[in-house]
């Protein structure tokens, strides 16, 4: 049963201090998307990949926060100093998505609760 | 752009009733609209989709959506619900050309009464 696994489940942090996500998409999938979730806010698209290639990250803030994938099987999201508004759930999807075409479903990990205190 | 509306917060049903959840959107071309679910402490789990064809879409757990291009709306439906489907739902939407996030809706929590 392949699945979309985040790295750690759980952070606490302290203001100033670097945080580092990672995630392993499912095999296969070609994009591979970041996601941010509050109360305030929702679920909000920070950033996403195709084929390892950075296709959009005006949703993520470019001062702190920077998303890689290195290779194929990581993605990895790290912000840097963290501050306590960046408090939240941070999602990894991937999915399989073609040229223009219809869109697959994303695969969700099940998310890392990050608090900066 | 692209936005999606939820307009409500919460929904309340008794269990065995129907359901619906509601959903608006707006894009520029034609649209591809989804539905997830997320249970507690959990990330999103797809349930359907529409791209093109029977406006009427099948998905998983018994859900179904109603595509309205007139009306720009894509509301989930089920005939009966369960306690078990209490969860927070989210509609999704993208265009078909351009930008290929998805723009998701605020969310509605849904709660079946026993």
């Known amino acids: 049963d392949a699945r979309v696994t985040q790295t750690p489940r759980d952070k606490v942090t302290e203001m100033g201090q670097e945080v580092t996500m990672r995630c392993q998409p499912i095999l296969g999938h070609n994009t591979v998307f970041w996601y941010r979730q509050t109360m305030m806010q929702g679920l909000e698209l920070l950033a996403y990949f195709r084929n390892r290639a950075p296709l959009d990250d005006s949703g993520m803030p470019k001062d702190r926060f920077s998303a890689e994938m290195p290779d194929a099987t990581l993605a990895t999201l790290k912000i840097q100093p963290s501050e306590p508004r960046d408090s939240a759930v941070y999602f990894c999807a991937s999915g399989l998505v073609f040229g223009q075409g219809p869109h697959n479903e994303q695969f969700f990990g099940p998310g890392t609760r990050l608090t900066v205190l | 752009a692209q936005s999606v509306a939820q307009p409500e917060d919460q929904v309340n049903v008794a269990e065995g009733n129907p359901l619906t959840v509601k959903c608006t959107y707006s894009?520029?071309?034609?649209?591809?609209l989804f539905w997830y679910v997320q249970y507690p402490n959990r990330g999103l789990q797809f349930l359907l989709k529409?791209?093109?064809?029977?406006?009427l879409v099948k998905g998983s757990y018994g859900f179904e959506a109603e595509f309205n291009k007139s009306q720009t709306s894509f509301h989930l439906k089920k005939p009966s619900a369960l306690v078990s489907d209490s969860a927070l739902y989210f509609c999704?939407?993208?265009?078909?050309?351009?930008?290929?996030?998805?723009?998701f809706g605020s969310g509605t929590r849904l709660q079946v009464q026993p």
């Open positions: 999704a939407v993208r265009a078909d050309t351009g930008r290929r996030a998805l723009t």
């Open positions: 894009v520029s071309g034609n649209p591809y």
């Open positions: 529409y791209i093109t064809g029977d406006n």
